[in-house]
Nanobody
Framework: QVQLVESGGGLVQDGGSLRLSCAAS????????MGWFRQAPGKERELVAA????????YYADSVKGRFTISRDNAKNTVYLQMNSLKPEDTAVYYC???????????????WGQGTQVTVSS
């Protein structure tokens, strides 16, 4: 089990950038694949990006490819989501989550942070 805390959300203009961080407690962080999800009002939670325990495999949703970059620093127990060229449709609560292996469905992730709001104004 890991406890996850997201930070870095905020209000940004169309075309701007933000970097989200997800700090994990516990000594088992490096064993987990990590994912970033987002959920907009009235919409389902969707996987935005995910990375395996060693960074060897990375997944991006089509909607963020070329704009978002996921990375992790196991020495710091932290996973990041660099978001560039943000669009109003990126507005959502962003969550980080941990799973045993690279997973693509939110139901397959066992540990969740509390979320951080990202708002992109047009």
């Amino acid at each position: 089990q890991v406890q996850l805390v997201e930070s870095g959300g905020g209000l940004v203009q169309d075309g701007g950038s933000l970097r989200l961080s997800c700090a994990a407690s516990g000594r088992t962080f490096s064993r987990y694949a990590m994912g970033w999800f987002r959920q907009a009002p009235g919409k389902e939670r969707e996987l935005v990006a995910a990375v395996t325990w060693n960074g060897g495999r990375i997944y991006y949703a089509d909607s963020v490819k070329g704009r978002f970059t996921i990375s992790r620093d196991n020495a710091k127990n932290t996973v990041y989501l660099q978001m560039n060229s943000l669009k109003p449709e990126d507005t959502a609560v962003y969550y980080c989550a941990a799973a045993d292996g690279l997973k693509y469905s939110w139901g397959q992730y066992n540990n969740w942070g509390q979320g951080t709001q990202v708002t992109v104004s047009s």
